[in-house]
């Protein structure tokens, strides 16, 4: 299946009536609506794990609610490429739930999108991560800047990315849409190689929206048009497609004399 040009958004909401996306196929479809025009391509559809497993498990029911989405899209003449995922909620069993395709890797591919509590990061995380990546998976991170624990200790994404895992930010994290402390880790992150991907996250055409032109307005103006074309575009692309990526060095972080590694790099606290 040959993949649209244009954004590649890696991580959205859009099947309708399973957790906290949109509650009917009308809102699903205005939501790849919204997302196409903003100049989105692909989507991956990435409902949350725990609503996955509880209405069946990953493959063959997701595939057919995302057979329902494509023939109404389809029916509305919007051209666009729509993939299936998880966005897995990391525990203990997730290697075990990969493993019996309740839960699912992006578009099939090795790469799996996985969720972090928002507060503190697990005791079993380290190890869970580890047994991913022993059977051939590459986890990708999904918005740690928005974790509380990372935004105290972003020097934790330079561990993961040095040990092979890849890390995707939110597009309304870039310009504060998450807090000050999220758009921080993002500016880190970036200019550190320590980002992969930027994703809407979308759950609504309106509320937590899919559209990524003010992302790519936004990384073009900081960061210059290549940077905002490998992070919105070539590299999900290429994590969709199964392919490796070319990566730059990812640079250290280090922390400053008190700890706070922003007071070093921006003078503040
Ligand atoms: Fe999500």
């Given amino acids: 299946m040959s993949l649209l040009p244009g954004f590649v958004d ?23 609506r919204a997302a196409v025009a903003g100049g989105t391509g692909v989507l991956v559809a990435t409902s949350h794990s725990a609503e996955v497993v509880q209405s069946g498990g990953g493959s063959p029911g997701m595939e057919a609610r995302l057979a329902a989405v494509r023939e109404a899209v389809a029916a509305a003449e919007i051209n666009v490429s729509l993939l299936l995922g998880t966005e897995v909620y990391l525990e203990p069993d997730t290697p075990d739930r990969l493993k019996q395709r309740a839960v699912l890797p992006l578009n099939g591919s090795r790469y799996v999108l996985v969720e972090l509590p928002f507060q503190a990061l697990p005791l079993y995380l380290e190890q869970t ?16 800047e928005r974790n509380a624990q990372v935004q105290r200790e972003p020097e934790k994404l330079f561990d993961w990315v040095t040990r092979g895992m ?9 310009a504060g849409g998450y807090g000050r402390a999220a758009a921080r880790v993002c500016r880190l992150a970036i200019g550190h190689h320590l980002c992969h991907a930027v994703a809407s996250d979308a759950h609504g055409p309106v509320t937590r929206p899919p559209t990524l032109q003010p992302a790519f307005a936004h990384l073009s103006a900081e960061y210059g048009p290549a940077v905002a074309t490998a992070l919105l575009d070539e590299q999900p692309r290429a994590i969709v497609e199964d392919l490796s990526l070319a990566l730059p060095d990812p640079l250290p972080l280090q922390a400053g004399a ?10 503040r606290g």
Avoid at 129 to 144: K, N
Avoid at 166 to 174: D, I, R, T
Avoid at 258 to 267: A, C, K, P, S, Y
């Fill in 10 to 32: 890696l991580h959205t909401h859009i099947i309708p009536g399973l957790d906290d996306g949109p509650v009917d196929l009308e809102t699903s479809v205005a939501l790849v």
């Fill in 129 to 144: 991560l580890f047994a991913l990546q022993a059977d051939g998976y590459i986890p990708v991170i999904a918005h740690p």
């Fill in 166 to 174: 890849l890390v995707q930010m939110s597009a309304a994290s870039l």
């Fill in 258 to 267: 008190n700890g706070n590694v922003f007071q070093r790099l921006f003078g």
